[in-house]
C-alpha cells in the first residue's frame, strides 16, 4: 500500500491563505507589476494564466520577496508578509520551484534533494519523494547535468516538498518536457491537493493547466483582468482563446 503523504487536510474553510491587494513591482526602474489583486484559499490549485511577459513569473517572486522593489499588500495566513525578507517568507510555509529549477549541476541528486533547510516539520521524507517520483531514486547518484528536463523538474519540485512547506509556488513546471512526463507532473499535483497542499501555478500550458486547477486568474500588462473557477471554463473559452492568442 502507497505510503500517505504528511500534510495538513484540506479545510472547508473560505478564508483565504493567501491575500494580495495593489502589488507592484519593479525591475530596477521597470515598472511591472500595476496593482495585482487575487486570492487563494487553502488546499486549492490557482493558476496565474497570459501571455509571456504579462507577469505571472514576476507575481511569484513578488510574493516571494525575491523582487528587489515591491509595494502593496501580500498576506500569508493572515501576516503581513510585504516587507519579509525572502528567507522569512519561506519560514512562513511557502516554497517557491523556479521555471529554471535551480539544480545544481556539480551535485547529484541526493545532495540536490538535501540542499534546502527544512523550514517546519512535516516536509516530506526521501522515501515519500521517492514514491511520487520513482525517477529520481534510479538516478540518486547521477550529476544534475545527466538529468533530463522531466527528472531535473521532479527534483525541483521533491526539494521543495522536503522543506515542510505546505503552500507551492510552481513557475511553468511543464515548460519543454514530454507529454508523458506532463502527464505524471499532473498526477503528482492531484496527488498533493488530495493531500492538502495549497499550489499558486503558472503555466502557460492551458491544456495541462485544466487538468488540474481550481480556478484561474488572467494576468495582462501586470494587472489581473478576470478570473473565473474551473467549472465556468467552457463558458469563458472564447474570452480565455482572446487573452491568451491561443
Known sequence: ?????????????????????????WYGESHILHGINFDVKPGEVVTLLGRNGAGKTTTLKSIMGIIGKRTGSVKFAGNEIIKASSDKIAKQGIAFCP??????????????????PTIR?????????FELFPNLK????????????????MLASGRILRTGARFLMLDEPTEGLAPVIIQQIGH??????????TILLVEQNF??????????YIVEHGKVIDGFANSELSA????LHTYLGV
Do not use: H, W
Request: without cysteine; hydrophobic residues 35%; aromatic residues 4%.
Open 1 to 25: 500500500m502507497a505510503e500517505t503523504l504528511t500534510a495538513a487536510p484540506a479545510t472547508a474553510s473560505t478564508k483565504p491563505v493567501l491575500e494580495i491587494r495593489d502589488l507592484q513591482a
Open 99 to 116: 521555471e529554471e529549477r535551480g539544480i545544481f549541476s556539480s551535485l547529484d541528486v541526493r545532495e540536490n534533494l538535501m540542499l534546502p
Open 121 to 129: 516539520p512535516g516536509g516530506l521524507s526521501v522515501e515519500q519523494i
Open 138 to 153: 534510479e538516478r540518486l547518484n547521477s550529476q544534475g547535468t545527466k538529468l533530463s528536463g522531466g527528472e531535473q523538474q
Open 188 to 197: 503528482t499535483i492531484a496527488r498533493l491537493k488530495s493531500e492538502g497542499f
Open 207 to 216: 491544456r495541462f493547466a485544466s487538468t488540474v486547477a481550481d480556478r484561474y
Open 236 to 239: 469563458n473559452m472564447d474570452k
